[in-house]
């Protein structure tokens, strides 16, 4: 199944699409903006562009169905994993990375509107060192590779774990003449200052409330005016989190709803709900759980909360966001961050 079209981003495209025919595109580029926005979407209609055999990003030609389907052997998209094997040397780990990739685009194929990456899943050592291998090849059909690198703030995972970022810097600075590389963040704070300093920025903007609703419609499937409407507001200009909220039953938003509840209750219930949480899943179901509940408190903002303690309350949220990228338990996080909540809404 080919993947949806690109819906919105004119501005950019133009700007991106005029550079590859006037030979002016950056070997090394950073696509930054709102998770679910369409980055990775927009790097793999850039790689069209510079595969197409005709005019920039046909959709008609071999090599753009190709890249529609996920299936250019000069396109390599490397997405954020959680391996269940580990290898016993760095070959083997590579070789590990290669086939969870290879299952994990098989599994796009077949359901191209694929949800974000859980929270444990990363760029490791072995995954770069595949990029590296790859990068060292000759194009098979063209006269172009492009490497797109999804959600480059998982290369690394938590603090003092740089290595996958450092092994990519020398491939940045000086990539082979025929390559492209496009890395892709909703967190460009959280990538090395090494890396940032060789890369093109390129802004990826929310798009209008009317793109959305065309995509929810003409692909989606969805008519009922209510549901659309109350859709296309919870996107706030990102098409992916129309997916995100397809069944409006995400176990992070009943979390973040239990911790935010906590606050307002007994001072017992926060450390019930503390003891609930898994103490070593930090940077899996807790980072969404808190990225969630700083969602929700965005939404009570909007809405005529109480902005001053709204913002306090984000703030919070944004803190015990950051612990979380760290060796700090969950446990723990969960009680202060309870416990902070409970003396804002309350004070």
Known sequence: MPLPPLFGHDGVKKRLAGAVAAGRLPQALLFEGPRGVGKQRLALWLAQCLVCESEAACGE??????VASLQH?????????ELSKKGADADKQVELVADALAEEMTARRAQPM??????????????????????????????????????AERLIPQRGMEDAANALLKALEEPPADSV?????????????????????????????SVVTDFAQQVLGITAKAELAERVSSAEGCIGRLLATASDSGAATRRADELLQAGRKGAATPYALALNQMPFQARAGFTEMLDALAGRLRAEARTGGETQKLVE???????????????????????????????????
């Open 61 to 66: 030609c071999q090599a753009c169905r190709l």
């Open 73 to 81: 052997p000069d396109v390599h998209w490397f997405v954020p994993l």
């Open 114 to 151: 694929y949800q974000a990456p859980g929270g444990l899943a990363s760029h490791g050592i072995a995954g770069v060192r595949l990029l590296l291998r790859r990068l060292s090849l000759t194009p098979a059909m063209g006269r172009r590779k492009v490497f797109i690198v999804g959600d």
């Open 181 to 209: 590389i496009v890395l892709t963040t909703a967190d460009p704070e959280a990538l090395l200052p090494t890396v940032m300093s060789r890369v093109v920025r390129v802004r990826v903007a929310r798009i209008a409330d």
């Open 313 to 347: 309350a984000i703030a919070r949220v944004m803190d015990a966001r950051e612990w979380a990228q760290g060796n700090v338990n969950p446990q723990l996080v969960t009680a202060v961050l309870a416990e902070d909540l409970a003396g804002v809404q309350n004070g």
